[in-house]
Protein backbone atom coordinates (compact mmCIF):
# COMPACT_ATOMS: atom_id res chain seq x y z
CA UNK A 1 0.00 0.00 0.00
CA UNK A 2 1.86 3.33 -0.92
CA UNK A 3 0.84 6.50 0.34
CA UNK A 4 0.93 8.55 -2.60
CA UNK A 5 3.96 10.73 -2.87
CA UNK A 6 4.86 11.93 0.37
CA UNK A 7 7.92 14.29 1.50
CA UNK A 8 8.54 13.28 4.86
CA UNK A 9 11.70 14.29 7.44
CA UNK A 10 12.70 11.46 9.20
CA UNK A 11 13.41 11.60 12.59
CA UNK A 12 15.99 9.13 14.22
CA UNK A 13 15.46 8.96 18.46
CA UNK A 14 12.52 10.42 17.96
CA UNK A 15 10.32 8.67 20.85
CA UNK A 16 11.94 10.99 23.50
CA UNK A 17 14.47 13.75 24.48
CA UNK A 18 16.09 15.68 21.71
CA UNK A 19 14.33 13.65 18.66
CA UNK A 20 10.90 14.13 20.04
CA UNK A 21 11.30 17.81 20.39
CA UNK A 22 12.62 18.30 16.97
CA UNK A 23 10.32 16.01 15.60
CA UNK A 24 7.17 18.36 17.37
CA UNK A 25 9.33 21.23 16.09
CA UNK A 26 9.44 20.20 12.59
CA UNK A 27 5.95 19.32 12.59
CA UNK A 28 4.90 22.69 13.68
CA UNK A 29 6.18 23.62 10.56
CA UNK A 30 4.09 21.46 8.44
CA UNK A 31 6.10 19.05 7.68
CA UNK A 32 5.04 15.25 7.69
CA UNK A 33 7.05 12.91 9.50
CA UNK A 34 8.19 9.23 9.93
CA UNK A 35 9.32 8.22 12.95
CA UNK A 36 12.49 5.97 13.80
CA UNK A 37 13.12 4.49 16.98
CA UNK A 38 13.02 0.84 18.90
CA UNK A 39 9.84 2.02 21.03
CA UNK A 40 6.88 1.51 18.71
CA UNK A 41 4.42 2.04 20.93
CA UNK A 42 5.95 5.32 22.17
CA UNK A 43 6.11 6.21 18.63
CA UNK A 44 2.60 5.58 17.46
CA UNK A 45 1.23 7.42 20.76
CA UNK A 46 3.51 10.30 20.04
CA UNK A 47 2.31 10.61 16.07
CA UNK A 48 -1.15 10.67 17.42
CA UNK A 49 -0.61 13.16 19.48
CA UNK A 50 1.57 15.33 16.69
CA UNK A 51 -0.65 14.85 13.64
CA UNK A 52 -3.91 16.10 15.81
CA UNK A 53 -1.99 18.97 17.11
CA UNK A 54 -0.25 19.95 13.95
CA UNK A 55 -2.52 18.41 11.20
CA UNK A 56 0.33 16.86 9.68
CA UNK A 57 0.85 12.95 8.90
CA UNK A 58 2.98 11.09 11.38
CA UNK A 59 4.65 7.18 10.13
CA UNK A 60 6.27 5.15 12.62
CA UNK A 61 8.96 2.49 11.76
CA UNK A 62 10.07 0.98 15.11
CA UNK A 63 13.54 -0.09 14.16
CA UNK A 64 17.09 -1.05 16.30
CA UNK A 65 19.25 1.02 14.61
CA UNK A 66 22.74 -1.15 16.25
CA UNK A 67 21.18 -3.60 13.51
CA UNK A 68 23.10 -3.22 10.37
CA UNK A 69 20.26 -4.19 8.40
CA UNK A 70 17.60 -1.27 9.62
CA UNK A 71 18.98 1.47 7.62
CA UNK A 72 17.69 -0.55 4.41
CA UNK A 73 14.85 -2.01 6.02
CA UNK A 74 13.61 1.75 6.62
CA UNK A 75 14.30 2.98 3.21
CA UNK A 76 12.24 -0.09 1.91
CA UNK A 77 9.29 0.77 3.82
CA UNK A 78 9.52 4.42 2.59
CA UNK A 79 9.79 3.21 -1.05
CA UNK A 80 6.59 0.78 -0.45
CA UNK A 81 5.30 4.02 1.02
CA UNK A 82 5.71 6.23 -1.27
CA UNK A 83 7.64 8.30 1.35
CA UNK A 84 10.42 10.69 -0.08
CA UNK A 85 12.77 11.87 2.57
CA UNK A 86 13.80 15.15 2.34
CA UNK A 87 15.12 15.82 5.56
CA UNK A 88 16.94 13.62 7.76
CA UNK A 89 17.53 14.04 11.09
CA UNK A 90 19.98 11.18 12.67
CA UNK A 91 19.35 12.15 16.62
CA UNK A 92 19.45 8.43 17.47
CA UNK A 93 22.53 8.39 19.97
CA UNK A 94 23.52 6.34 22.91
CA UNK A 95 26.88 6.73 25.45
CA UNK A 96 28.74 4.85 28.41
CA UNK A 97 30.62 6.80 31.02
CA UNK A 98 33.56 4.16 31.16
CA UNK A 99 36.68 3.94 31.12
CA UNK A 100 37.41 2.49 27.89
CA UNK A 101 39.83 -0.32 29.34
CA UNK A 102 36.42 -1.43 31.39
CA UNK A 103 33.95 -0.75 29.15
CA UNK A 104 31.62 -3.98 28.24
CA UNK A 105 32.25 -5.52 24.48
CA UNK A 106 28.40 -5.22 23.83
CA UNK A 107 28.30 -1.36 24.85
CA UNK A 108 31.12 -0.39 22.71
CA UNK A 109 29.72 -2.56 19.24
CA UNK A 110 26.35 -0.55 20.10
CA UNK A 111 27.64 2.74 20.78
CA UNK A 112 29.61 2.68 17.69
CA UNK A 113 26.60 1.16 15.71
CA UNK A 114 23.93 3.49 16.09
CA UNK A 115 26.29 6.65 16.66
CA UNK A 116 28.21 5.95 13.72
CA UNK A 117 27.29 3.47 11.22
CA UNK A 118 23.86 3.55 11.50
CA UNK A 119 24.00 7.52 10.95
CA UNK A 120 26.58 6.99 7.56
CA UNK A 121 24.06 4.04 6.27
CA UNK A 122 20.86 6.07 6.72
CA UNK A 123 22.41 9.40 4.73
CA UNK A 124 24.22 7.13 2.19
CA UNK A 125 20.20 5.47 1.67
CA UNK A 126 18.72 9.14 1.45
CA UNK A 127 21.52 11.33 0.36
CA UNK A 128 21.13 10.14 -3.54
CA UNK A 129 17.83 11.35 -3.36
CA UNK A 130 18.02 14.73 -2.13
CA UNK A 131 20.79 15.35 -4.80
CA UNK A 132 18.21 13.98 -7.74
CA UNK A 133 15.32 16.15 -6.45
CA UNK A 134 17.85 19.57 -5.60
CA UNK A 135 16.77 20.34 -2.46
CA UNK A 136 16.44 18.81 1.33
CA UNK A 137 19.04 18.26 4.13
CA UNK A 138 20.48 16.09 6.66
CA UNK A 139 21.06 17.67 10.50
CA UNK A 140 23.47 15.18 12.76
CA UNK A 141 23.10 15.41 15.84
CA UNK A 142 26.72 15.59 16.99
CA UNK A 143 27.99 16.57 20.90
CA UNK A 144 30.39 19.31 22.30
CA UNK A 145 32.11 15.95 23.30
CA UNK A 146 33.39 15.19 19.80
CA UNK A 147 35.04 18.77 19.68
CA UNK A 148 38.38 16.41 21.32
CA UNK A 149 38.79 13.10 23.90
CA UNK A 150 36.79 13.49 26.57
CA UNK A 151 38.24 11.03 29.12
CA UNK A 152 35.75 8.85 31.15
CA UNK A 153 33.82 9.00 27.57
CA UNK A 154 36.25 8.09 25.20
CA UNK A 155 34.07 6.02 22.53
CA UNK A 156 31.69 7.79 22.65
CA UNK A 157 33.68 11.48 22.20
CA UNK A 158 35.25 9.31 19.56
CA UNK A 159 31.54 8.54 17.36
CA UNK A 160 31.17 12.31 17.90
CA UNK A 161 34.06 13.43 16.03
CA UNK A 162 33.08 11.13 13.36
CA UNK A 163 29.94 12.44 12.79
CA UNK A 164 31.09 15.96 13.05
CA UNK A 165 34.21 15.49 10.35
CA UNK A 166 32.03 13.37 8.40
CA UNK A 167 28.93 16.37 8.20
CA UNK A 168 31.74 18.72 7.30
CA UNK A 169 33.10 17.02 4.36
CA UNK A 170 29.69 16.16 3.24
CA UNK A 171 28.26 19.68 3.82
CA UNK A 172 31.29 20.53 1.16
CA UNK A 173 30.57 18.10 -1.15
CA UNK A 174 27.06 19.27 -1.45
CA UNK A 175 27.64 22.89 -1.61
CA UNK A 176 25.75 23.97 -4.73
CA UNK A 177 23.19 20.71 -4.78
CA UNK A 178 20.56 22.05 -3.01
CA UNK A 179 21.12 20.09 0.10
CA UNK A 180 22.26 21.09 3.16
CA UNK A 181 24.29 19.14 5.89
CA UNK A 182 24.11 20.49 9.58
CA UNK A 183 26.10 19.26 12.51
CA UNK A 184 24.59 20.52 15.50
CA UNK A 185 27.49 20.42 18.80
CA UNK A 186 25.56 20.80 21.77
CA UNK A 187 27.11 20.42 25.89
CA UNK A 188 24.78 18.59 28.15
CA UNK A 189 21.30 18.78 27.73
CA UNK A 190 18.10 17.50 30.21
CA UNK A 191 17.01 14.70 28.62
CA UNK A 192 17.12 10.95 30.18
CA UNK A 193 20.76 10.61 27.85
CA UNK A 194 23.47 10.64 30.79
CA UNK A 195 21.11 8.32 33.45
CA UNK A 196 20.99 5.80 30.59
CA UNK A 197 24.83 5.95 30.31
CA UNK A 198 25.77 5.94 33.94
CA UNK A 199 27.15 9.73 33.58
CA UNK A 200 25.85 11.39 36.79
CA UNK A 201 24.70 15.35 36.06
CA UNK A 202 25.31 16.37 39.93
CA UNK A 203 29.07 16.11 39.18
CA UNK A 204 29.24 17.79 35.77
CA UNK A 205 30.71 21.23 35.74
CA UNK A 206 28.99 22.42 33.24
CA UNK A 207 25.34 24.19 32.80
CA UNK A 208 22.85 21.11 31.33
CA UNK A 209 20.28 23.73 29.35
CA UNK A 210 16.96 22.47 28.48
CA UNK A 211 15.88 21.01 25.45
CA UNK A 212 14.47 24.08 23.51
CA UNK A 213 18.26 25.22 23.40
CA UNK A 214 19.04 22.58 21.41
CA UNK A 215 16.31 22.54 19.44
CA UNK A 216 16.20 26.32 18.61
CA UNK A 217 19.80 26.26 17.23
CA UNK A 218 19.56 23.05 14.88
CA UNK A 219 16.38 24.91 13.47
CA UNK A 220 18.50 27.99 12.88
CA UNK A 221 21.20 26.39 12.33
CA UNK A 222 19.32 24.39 9.08
CA UNK A 223 17.70 27.76 8.20
CA UNK A 224 20.74 29.58 7.28
CA UNK A 225 23.10 25.89 6.44
CA UNK A 226 25.50 26.46 8.96
CA UNK A 227 28.72 23.51 8.76
CA UNK A 228 28.23 23.39 12.42
CA UNK A 229 25.98 24.65 15.17
CA UNK A 230 26.58 25.48 18.46
CA UNK A 231 23.55 26.12 20.80
CA UNK A 232 25.04 28.34 23.69
CA UNK A 233 27.52 31.00 23.55
CA UNK A 234 29.55 28.52 26.42
CA UNK A 235 29.35 25.89 23.55
CA UNK A 236 30.96 27.83 20.58
CA UNK A 237 33.40 29.40 23.30
CA UNK A 238 34.81 26.46 24.48
CA UNK A 239 35.56 25.10 20.88
CA UNK A 240 37.00 28.09 19.83
CA UNK A 241 39.38 28.45 22.85
CA UNK A 242 41.05 25.44 21.59
CA UNK A 243 42.23 26.81 18.47
CA UNK A 244 45.00 28.53 21.26
CA UNK A 245 45.07 25.87 23.42
CA UNK A 246 47.27 22.45 22.94
CA UNK A 247 45.19 18.75 22.74
CA UNK A 248 46.09 17.65 25.61
CA UNK A 249 45.46 20.63 27.64
CA UNK A 250 41.40 20.79 25.60
CA UNK A 251 41.28 16.68 26.51
CA UNK A 252 42.22 17.50 30.46
CA UNK A 253 40.11 20.09 30.69
CA UNK A 254 36.83 18.38 28.34
CA UNK A 255 37.24 15.21 31.26
CA UNK A 256 37.47 17.62 34.03
CA UNK A 257 34.28 19.24 33.32
CA UNK A 258 32.04 16.28 32.51
CA UNK A 259 33.19 14.34 35.27
CA UNK A 260 32.39 11.02 33.81
CA UNK A 261 34.85 9.01 35.30
CA UNK A 262 34.30 7.19 38.54
CA UNK A 263 30.48 6.50 38.15
CA UNK A 264 30.63 2.80 39.30
N1 LIG B 1 21.49 14.86 26.22
C1 LIG B 1 22.71 15.35 26.08
O1 LIG B 1 23.35 15.82 27.05
C2 LIG B 1 23.36 15.39 24.72
C3 LIG B 1 24.46 16.25 24.52
C4 LIG B 1 25.07 16.28 23.28
C5 LIG B 1 24.60 15.50 22.23
N2 LIG B 1 23.54 14.68 22.46
C6 LIG B 1 23.11 13.83 21.34
O2 LIG B 1 21.76 14.10 21.03
C7 LIG B 1 21.12 12.94 20.52
C8 LIG B 1 19.82 12.71 21.27
O3 LIG B 1 20.10 12.55 22.64
P1 LIG B 1 18.97 12.70 23.76
O4 LIG B 1 19.56 13.50 24.84
O5 LIG B 1 17.70 13.09 23.15
O6 LIG B 1 18.92 11.17 24.26
P2 LIG B 1 17.67 10.29 24.75
O7 LIG B 1 16.66 11.13 25.43
O8 LIG B 1 18.29 9.15 25.49
O9 LIG B 1 17.06 9.76 23.38
C9 LIG B 1 17.81 8.89 22.58
C10 LIG B 1 16.94 8.43 21.42
O10 LIG B 1 17.69 7.50 20.65
C11 LIG B 1 16.92 6.32 20.48
N3 LIG B 1 17.79 5.15 20.41
C12 LIG B 1 18.73 4.76 21.30
N4 LIG B 1 19.26 3.59 20.93
C13 LIG B 1 18.63 3.23 19.78
C14 LIG B 1 18.73 2.11 18.92
N5 LIG B 1 19.58 1.10 19.18
N6 LIG B 1 17.92 2.06 17.84
C15 LIG B 1 17.05 3.06 17.58
N7 LIG B 1 16.92 4.14 18.35
C16 LIG B 1 17.70 4.22 19.44
C17 LIG B 1 16.01 6.26 21.72
O11 LIG B 1 14.82 5.54 21.45
P3 LIG B 1 14.50 4.06 21.94
O12 LIG B 1 15.11 3.87 23.30
O13 LIG B 1 13.01 4.02 21.92
O14 LIG B 1 15.11 3.18 20.90
C18 LIG B 1 15.69 7.73 21.90
O15 LIG B 1 14.60 8.09 21.09
C19 LIG B 1 22.13 11.81 20.67
O16 LIG B 1 22.75 11.57 19.43
C20 LIG B 1 23.16 12.34 21.66
O17 LIG B 1 24.43 11.80 21.46
C21 LIG B 1 22.91 14.60 23.66
Excluded: W
Excluded at 23 to 47: I, N, T
Excluded at 103 to 130: D, H, K, T, W, Y
Excluded at 151 to 175: D, N
Amino acid sequence: MTDGNREVTLVTGASMGIGRALADAFAGQGHHLLLVARSGRMLEDLALEIGRMHGVRVFCFAADLAEPGSPQRIAEYCRKRGLHVTLLVNCAGISRASDFSELPSAALECVMAVNMSAAARLIRQFLPGMIAARKGGIINLASLGGAQGVPGLALYSATKSFVITLSEALHMELKGTGVRVVAVCPGFIETGFMEKAGHDARRVRLPINPVDVVVKAAMRGYRQNRMLVYPTLLDFLLVFSQRFTPRFVSAGLSGFLAAARNNR
